[in-house]
């Protein structure tokens, strides 16, 4: 089945502590990109990447990091969290950018205490 | 970054009632898509408009893209409960990454 995963669904966690989260597709798809989703504020784009090695920020890179050394691997790290990180995290990928449908990823609730 | 609302950002309507949803902006896109966002799922693509002017119709729900290419619109008939959602709109210019408005939350009450 064509789909895209997070891993894990749900994570409380505490200020500093480093942690990731997995994304991973199985379409192939050359783009992938990371939102969070706040209320009030809708989907704001965090990093995305066109192909593998290629990263570019988004609306709000600040305090996260994300790699692509695989085609099918997208995970955003974060690695000092803080309160205001506390969001739900959607990972997306499509064949290009484009007119291409984006993919999500079932999301990722994040609690930073 | 560019100016994009949804309107309305809240929406209750019974069952059976008709209803639109707009997405406005003060750029021209080359193309918008629609997606819907269920509770605790993420968003799901319901159509890509291209042309300026295009209506495309799927089941229920009728979707135009204004003949500026600046705007769009989301009509859906006699709404049922199984379209409430949250409606999302992202609009596309190029080959940039793709940016989504606020959406528009819809219940529909049985």
């Known amino acids: 089945e064509a789909q895209v995963t997070q891993n894990p669904r749900y994570l409380i966690t505490v200020t500093g502590k480093k942690l990731t989260v997995t994304c991973s597709q199985n379409?192939?798809?050359?783009?992938m990109s990371w939102y969070r989703q706040d209320p009030g504020l809708g989907l704001r784009q965090i990093y995305y990447?066109?192909?593998?090695?290629?990263?570019d920020k988004g609306d709000v890179p600040e305090g996260y990091k994300v790699s692509r050394k695989e085609k099918r691997n997208f995970p955003l790290i974060l690695e000092s969290p803080s309160p205001n990180q506390t969001s739900l995290y959607f990972c997306?990928?499509?064949?290009?950018?484009?007119?291409?449908?984006?993919?999500f990823g079932p999301g990722t609730r994040l609690t930073v205490l | 970054t560019q100016l994009l609302e949804q309107s309305p950002q809240f929406l209750s309507i019974q069952e059976g009632e008709n209803l639109t949803v707009y997405c406005n902006s003060s750029?021209?896109?080359?193309?918008l898509q629609w997606y819907r966002q269920e509770p605790g799922e993420g968003p799901v693509l319901l159509v890509t408009?291209?042309?300026?002017?295009e209506v495309k119709k799927l089941k229920r729900l009728t979707f135009q893209f204004g003949d500026a290419r600046k705007d769009s619109s989301l009509h859906i008939t006699a709404a049922q409960p199984g379209d409430t959602g949250l409606y999302l709109c992202?609009?596309?210019?190029?080959?940039?990454?793709?940016?989504f408005g606020k959406g528009t939350r819809l219940s529909v009450i049985a």
């Open positions: 997306a990928s499509s064949l290009g950018v484009g007119t291409d449908t984006q993919y």
């Open positions: 379409m192939n798809h050359e783009y």
């Open positions: 990447s066109m192909n593998v090695e290629v990263t």
């Open positions: 750029s021209v896109f080359s193309s």
């Open positions: 408009v291209v042309t300026g002017g």
């Open positions: 992202a609009p596309r210019s190029g080959n940039t990454p793709l940016v």
